[in-house]
């Protein structure tokens, strides 16, 4: 069964920085895109950002864009989202999310909480 192991979450003030983590175990994981997504309280999941296999191509949400960084190390099957310059906005739970490169299924983490307070 595939994992995803968020962390890296917590409470911080705005205009702090943290660094997110995504361990996978899938085993196509150098070859399958990733993403990173997150569910505000009484908000439905939204897109924050996503890379292609190998980093090259990088997207992201608006709301985001210029602050979160996401990269990852395929060989330590690790993605990351660095956020600078948190906001009040930014707290979310945040989740890992990785298409199969194999047959396109759609793997998710439970998620690591981010709170940040004004």
């Known amino acids: 069964q595939v994992q995803l192991v968020e962390s890296g979450g917590g409470p911080v003030q705005a205009g702090d920085s943290l660094r997110l983590s995504c361990l996978s175990s899938?085993?196509?994981?150098?070859?399958?895109?990733m993403g990173w997504f997150r569910q505000a309280p009484g908000k439905e999941r939204e897109f924050v950002a996503a890379?292609?296999?190998?980093?090259?191509?990088?997207y992201y949400a608006d709301s985001v864009k210029g602050r979160f960084i996401i990269s990852r190390d395929n060989g330590r099957n690790t993605l990351y989202l660095q956020m600078n310059k948190l906001t009040p906005e930014d707290t979310a739970v945040y989740y890992c999310?990785?298409?199969?490169?194999?047959?396109?299924?759609?793997?998710w983490g439970k998620g690591t909480l981010v709170t940040v307070s004004s």
């Open positions: 999310n990785a298409k199969d490169d194999h047959d396109g299924t759609d793997h």
């Open positions: 899938l085993r196509t994981f150098s070859t399958s895109a």
């Open positions: 890379t292609n296999w190998n980093g090259g191509e990088r």
